[in-house]
């Protein structure tokens, strides 16, 4: 079973937005941080923001401003809300979760989805 699965993906113009989900499989899944990244054909992937259970969030400067993470606890799934996309915002988006309850820059993440792409055009 796969413990996490992205939806919501597609192409916009420039501008544009489009707004990501994450499903998770059970609750243990969804009990920690969980983030969004990104990654773009033949470049190392790229965190974009994460969540931790009580709300806290942190955003990439790139995206700040325009980007907005989410989640419903009770549902077991996270959100990314994209606003104003630009050509650069264009990639495979991945959604994962760690264990761990704390979002940091060392966070180990241990599950991971498959992944959704975002096109946008100029």
């Known amino acids: 079973q796969v413990p996490l699965v992205e939806s919501g993906g597609g192409s916009v113009q420039s501008g544009g937005s489009l707004r990501l989900s994450c499903s998770a499989s059970?609750?243990?899944?969804?009990?920690?941080?969980m983030a969004w990244f990104r990654q773009v054909t033949g470049k190392e992937r790229e965190w974009v923001v994460s969540?931790?259970?009580?709300?806290?969030?942190s955003h990439a400067e790139s995206v700040k401003g325009r980007f907005t993470i989410s989640r419903d606890n009770g549902k077991n799934t996270m959100y990314l809300q994209m606003n104003s996309l630009k050509p650069d915002d264009t990639a495979m988006y991945y959604c994962a979760a760690a264990t761990s309850y704390t979002c940091g820059t060392s966070t180990f993440y241990t599950y991971w989805g498959q992944g959704t792409q975002v096109t946008v055009s100029s």
């Open positions: 059970g609750d243990a899944i969804a009990r920690g941080c």
């Open positions: 969540i931790d259970p009580f709300g806290m969030t």
